[in-house]
């Protein structure tokens, strides 16, 4: 087995120093691989559970268009999305066209003139910036006179609590918790945490709308922000809860209430979630929900995996090495333009599509530095999928997720290495004292 398992990944261009080096940090991690797998046999028989309490049939597959009045696939997927997050209902569509449009349906179907948003996690993702109109934007919630306020995080990334307090207000309509960190280097937050900042603002002001943003963190823990309080629980389709099968889509999910008004804001008031025809796309969205948990738990590996080889090769590493995990993202930092190019070329030369394509800084819109992308998705852009990005500016970090299986994943980690040794970043010696 050895001997053809090293011939197989010579072929694919993986030195023996680098596979040795690979095998023994994978080694060393096996218990915490265990773990993640316990998480993911959990998961899986909370999504199976939900698929036969509902009865999930051949039929929910069934080509629907036109308006889609009773298009039964759509609206049992709602419930099994539902019931696996604890929830009164779901919105889950594919009219939904990726995670900033879901979240920005949520606020938008959920706030009214002269209501307050609050952030008190700092700083939201990038797009929403738009979307509340902190960055001015056409139709942002600012042209609708909808007020914004955001807490800064403590030094330690947590919550500043007293300032919390203060920034609630009569006006405070929803609060938006990021359980991700994204692209920034606070800490992501465990579900529990969420919990405890949800009791806290629920205590001030009972009525406010808690809503979690999602993303990335779905099937992370045997958890969700729903089943500690969030009113409302938002992500993208094309990361962890499409399973890599979704081509397309976004949920929301929480109180029947809050859902109904995102329903009327997605298609049009009076009617809701009547229509919304799923075009054949229900088949994957039920496949994916259902791979997702061991999906997610392989991305989990891969990022783990990177966090133990490029700490102990001297990278900085977000998270480190041994924190427990709350999402599937890994930060690198490389410390030089060469070291993140490198690197996204190995992410790149490890895919299943356009392995044969060279990545490269470009001025993408809307960034302030060339950023470099690598991604072979068999879905345009999706991150549940192997990817890393980079902008190249200080401290040179790149950024990595997804794979939606673990050997992927391993290989997209060893052609990295690969790539920093062909760049002399990282040396052979190095690897062999590893
Ligand atoms: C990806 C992401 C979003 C936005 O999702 P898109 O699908 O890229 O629009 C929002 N918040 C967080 C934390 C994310 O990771």
């Not at 090293?6 to 096996?30: C, F, H, P």
């Not at 808690?210 to 409302?232: K, L, R």
């Not at 590493?317 to 427990?324: L, R």
Request: glycine share 10%; net charge negative.
């Amino acid at each position: 087995m050895n001997t053809i398992m090293d011939e197989m990944y010579q072929n694919l261009g993986i030195s023996k120093v680098v596979l040795d080096a690979g095998n023994r940090i994978e080694q060393e991690l096996k218990s915490r691989f265990a773990n993640f797998d316990k998480v993911a046999e959990y998961n899986q028989l909370k999504v199976l559970h939900a698929m036969q309490k509902n009865r999930v049939n051949e039929g929910c597959f069934h080509y629907a268009s036109g308006y889609g009045y009773n298009d039964q696939g759509r609206d049992t997927l709602e419930q099994v999305y539902a019931d696996t997050f604890h929830t009164e209902a779901a919105l889950v569509r594919p009219q939904i066209t990726c995670g900033t449009h879901a979240l920005a349906l949520a606020l938008s179907a959920n706030l009214r003139p002269g209501d307050e948003l609050l952030s008190p996690v700092g700083k939201p993702y990038d797009t929403l910036e738009e979307v509340i109109g902190i960055r001015p934007s056409k139709g942002s919630l600012a042209e609708y006179g909808i007020t914004y306020r955001q807490v800064e995080l403590l030094e330690d990334g947590y919550f500043d609590y007293p300032a919390i307090e203060k920034a609630i207000n009569e006006k405070t309509k929803l609060i938006t918790i990021q359980r991700s960190k994204g692209y920034q280097t606070r800490p992501s937050y465990s579900v529990e945490k969420i919990g405890e900042l949800i009791a806290f603002v629920k205590k001030i002001k009972p009525d406010v709308i808690c809503m979690v943003d999602n993303c990335y963190g779905e099937f992370v823990e045997t958890i969700e922000p729903s089943d500690v309080g969030a009113d409302m629980i938002v992500g993208s389709l094309i990361k962890n809860p499409g399973g890599g099968l979704a081509p397309i889509g976004g949920y929301v999910a929480g109180r029947s209430d809050l859902i109904e008004n995102c329903a009327y804001r997605l298609t049009s008031p009076g009617l809701g979630k009547e229509v919304g025809a799923s075009l054949g796309v229900m088949q994957s969205f039920y496949q994916g929900f259902f791979l997702a948990p061991t999906v997610v738990s392989s991305a989990i590996k891969g990022a783990v995996f990177a966090a133990n080889i490029y700490e102990r090769l001297g990278f900085g590493v977000i998270p480190n090495g041994q924190e427990s995990r709350h999402d599937i993202i890994q930060a690198v930092e490389l410390g030089t333009a060469d070291g993140v190019i490198a690197f996204c070329k190995g992410i790149q030369a490890a895919a299943p599509v356009d392995s044969f394509v060279t990545p490269v800084p470009w001025a993408m819109p809307g960034y302030d530095s060339d950023v470099i992308m690598a991604a072979g998705a068999f879905v345009q852009g999706s991150s549940i999928e192997l990817s890393a990005d980079g902008p190249i500016k200080p401290p040179y970090a790149v950024y990595f997720q997804g794979g939606l299986t673990w050997p992927h994943a391993k290989l997209g980690i060893l052609q990295s290495l690969q790539q920093l040794v062909s760049v002399g970043i990282v040396t052979e010696e190095q690897l062999k004292n590893l």
